[in-house]
């Protein structure tokens, strides 16, 4: 078993610094126009003659109310008859990208996530699923990873029992906060009952896997009220946690500007407010997965960690990032092979570039062989908390030390503030460095100085 976190204040106050989450290398900051259409359909080309599995991602962007926080791709209506020529477009671009693939790629793993999956009525939910089953090998037998996004205020029982009768097996709860005035201040007023309620349908349906996401950092919250709805959450049993850190970035997500800045709380309270969290789950047997991510022992994310086979992608952590990832839907991103493409993120044009038979890819990056690299290096730094030179080497046909030389300095110095161990074998991500796992990415991130750091959170 890994070792267990350790908190180091001192530690955390000078490596707790803005920079990417790596859901990939190099990151979705670097795509731009020159990657379009015939790059995806040649990447799928590829893909097909490897018959490499597949994971799908759908966007569904809707809400029927507006969540201040929120960075998310969204679209805030009360009029349910928008999602109509949405997914009428987005069957189109389901069709358009199946016909470049064969039958015979097998999706392991299919996400649903939005905005909210569920404003889409049941009738709409059934129709999207039957055209991915008619275009894409979706499993039968119960043994892919197949999750939604849930907010339990759109769902109900019959929601979650259409929703394991289409094949989904994992279902992701957002909450954020239980307190009250927290809700009020975010415009999400969303009871324990209610949560509770999709969560007793989910285990009495068999769902795999309950996921809930917290957010510390929201206004009103202090440390002690934080902690009372973490003990609510542990108290519920999820297989797994997400605990964000609230980004407050007014001047890139609109809806922000609604909040009262007065009312955030302090660095300090937000610290303590997530040290108080790790010392909570920790001591209900939660295992730190790493960026943010708790899960139970027996889950298949903490065992793929002791296994080392945990990888990252723009789902988050995955066992399944062997898979190519399909993005279908308003600003989704694909990964496929060496190619990171994404979808125009305006809902106008998508459906418009679709109405004209086009797909909606508007930007993206080809990997060349430094970043190849690099994104090993990350992964790894990642998922295991470790960095062994000779496997990189022996993959990449470089002498490690050599490549990364001017970095070497700054790998020292980290390894002497106690941040990671350091030899001639092996980077060593230590107990007390874990929660800053980031900041050691950030290091071997060779576009990271080009870039306004203000696009990015804090890593804590």
């Not at 999750?147 to 019959?158: L, N």
């Not at 407010?273 to 139970?296: C, P, S």
Request: aromatic share 8%; net charge negative; glycine share 6%.
């Amino acid at each position: 078993m890994l070792d267990a976190i350790r908190w180091d204040t001192d530690l955390i106050r000078r490596y707790d610094l803005a920079g990417p989450r790596y859901t990939s290398y190099p990151t979705a900051v670097q795509f731009d126009g020159h990657v379009g259409t015939f790059d995806l359909f040649h990447a799928l080309r590829e893909s097909r003659k490897a018959l490499r599995p597949l994971s799908l991602y759908v966007h569904v962007p809707f809400c029927a109310n507006i969540c201040y926080y929120c960075a998310c791709n969204k679209v805030i209506t009360k009029d349910r008859g928008r999602a109509l020529p949405y997914l009428q477009r987005l069957e189109q671009e389901i069709q358009l990208i199946a016909c470049h693939l064969d039958p015979a790629q097998k999706v392991e793993q299919l996400h649903f996530g939005g905005g909210t999956p569920t404003f889409l009525s049941h009738d709409e939910l059934r129709q999207l699923m039957a055209q991915l089953r008619k275009s894409f090998n979706l499993l039968d037998d119960d043994s892919g990873d197949y999750g939604i996004e849930i907010d339990p205020r759109e769902a109900d029982w019959s929601t979650m029992g259409l929703l394991r009768e289409l094949g989904f097996n994992r279902v992701s709860i957002g909450l954020q906060d239980l307190d009250p005035a927290v809700q009020r201040a975010v415009n999400r007023l969303q009871s324990l009952e209610e949560t509770r309620a999709v969560i007793d349908a989910a285990r009495t349906l068999q769902f795999r896997s309950i996921n809930i996401d917290l957010i510390y950092g929201l206004p009103r919250q202090t440390p002690e009220n934080f902690a009372r709805t973490v003990d609510e959450v542990i108290n519920l049993q999820p297989d797994r946690l997400s605990v964000f850190n609230y980004a407050h970035l007014p001047e890139r997500f609109l809806p922000q500007r609604r909040i009262n800045s007065d009312e955030l709380p302090t660095p300090a309270q937000k610290l303590e407010m997530l040290q108080r969290t790790i010392e909570q789950l920790t001591a209900a047997g939660y295992r730190y997965i790493g960026m943010d991510h708790f899960a139970l022992p027996d889950d298949e994310l903490a065992i793929a960690q002791e296994e080392s086979t945990l990888q990252r992608n723009f789902q988050g952590y995955t066992t399944h990032g062997h898979c190519d990832l399909i993005g279908l839907g308003v600003s989704a991103i694909s990964q496929i092979g060496d190619l990171y493409c994404q979808n125009s993120s305006d809902l106008n044009q998508y459906q418009n570039a679709l109405a004209s038979a086009q797909l909606a890819t508007n930007r993206g990056l080809l990997c060349n062989a430094d970043d190849r690299l690099r994104r090993a290096v990350i992964q790894q730094l990642i998922c295991r908390f470790s960095v062994e030179f000779a496997d990189i080497e022996q993959t990449f046909n470089i002498d490690f030390r050599g490549y990364f030389g001017e970095l070497w300095p700054q790998l020292q110095s980290m390894a002497e503030d106690g941040l990671i161990e350091l030899n001639n074998e092996r980077i060593t991500v230590r107990p007390a460095g874990r929660l800053l796992v980031r900041s050691v990415c950030m290091v071997f991130d060779a576009y990271l100085e080009q870039q306004n750091r203000q696009r990015f959170s804090r890593v804590i």
